[in-house]
C-alpha cells in the first residue's frame, strides 16, 4: 500500500512530515537529487547508501504520488527516465542543510565536505536558495 494511505490526518506537522519524507531512502534520495544533483534511476543504484532496486523503485514511486519529485523521458534517449525535485520537494532545501549541520555537530563519523559547512555557515538561506534554484532549473 502507498505511504500516502497510511498518512496520519493529526494535525501535527511533525507527523505530517514524517509521513511524507521521514524515512531513510526517502530523505537520501531527496539529499541526492539537491545536493548531488542524481536525475537517474542508475545514478541513485551507483550511490554510496547501496540501496537496493526494489527499495529505490518503490520510494520514486511515493515521492511522485506525494509531489516531492516528477519524472519524464529524457529528451536525449527516451528509454531513460530523469527525476526532478518538484517545488515541493525542492523546499526541503533548509531542512536537509539543518540535518547535515545537525548531524555534523552530534555524529563524530558523519562525512561532509568542509566546504559545504563553511557555506551553510556563511549564508545558509542563500545556499538553500541556491540548492532549490538550481533543483529547479528546467535547462539541465
Partial sequence: MPREN???NTGCPIAFALDT?????SLVIIRDMLIKGFQ???EF???DENISTNILADRLQELEAL???????DPDNGRRVLYRLTEKGADLAPIMLEIICWSRKYDGNTKVQDRIVERIEK????FAAELKKRALDTDK
Avoid: N, V
Fill in 6 to 8: 497510511k498518512l496520519r
Fill in 21 to 25: 519524507f521521514g524515512d531513510r531512502w
Fill in 40 to 42: 537517474t534511476y542508475g
Fill in 45 to 47: 543504484l551507483e550511490g
Fill in 67 to 73: 509531489g516531492i519529485i516528477s519524472k519524464q523521458r
Fill in 123 to 126: 549564508d545558509r538561506h542563500g
